[in-house]
Nanobody, 117 residues
Framework: QVQLVESGGGLVQSGGSLRLSCAAS????????MGWHRQAPGTQRESVAY???????NYTDSVKGRFTVSMDNTKMTAYLQMNSLKPADTAVYFC???????????WGRGTQVTVSS
């Protein structure tokens, strides 16, 4: 089993920045990809960004050029740097992890990000 703990959410004005962190612990040898999903009220959960342990990254179109996902392998911690935030980015952000993009078996509890206009 893998435990994921997110931190770094909060309230920020439009155009501002936040950095989310996700610390992984437990059976981390089963994890090859970490990333972030988000869910806004009344909407379906959507993928935001992923980072594979080889370094490759993947972003949903709406955050390209604004968000950056990174990984500190020594700390088993993933980060999501979010710049130029918009009210549309308001959501609960969940850290995800797993052996592959198609097997994201592990989820954190989520952290709220609210962007005011």
């Amino acid at each position: 089993q893998v435990q994921l703990v997110e931190s770094g959410g909060g309230l920020v004005q439009s155009g501002g920045s936040l950095r989310l962190s996700c610390a992984a612990s437990g059976n981390i040898f089963s994890v090859n990809v970490m990333g972030w999903h988000r869910q806004a009220p009344g909407t379906q959960r959507e993928s935001v960004a992923y980072i594979m342990f080889g370094g490759a990254t993947n972003y949903t179109d709406s955050v390209k050029g604004r968000f950056t996902v990174s990984m500190d392998n020594t700390k088993m911690t993933a980060y999501l740097q979010m710049n130029s935030l918009k009210p549309a980015d308001t959501a609960v952000y969940f850290c995800v992890a797993g052996p592959s993009l198609y097997r994201l078996n592990y989820w954190g509890r989520g952290t709220q990000v609210t962007v005011s206009s």
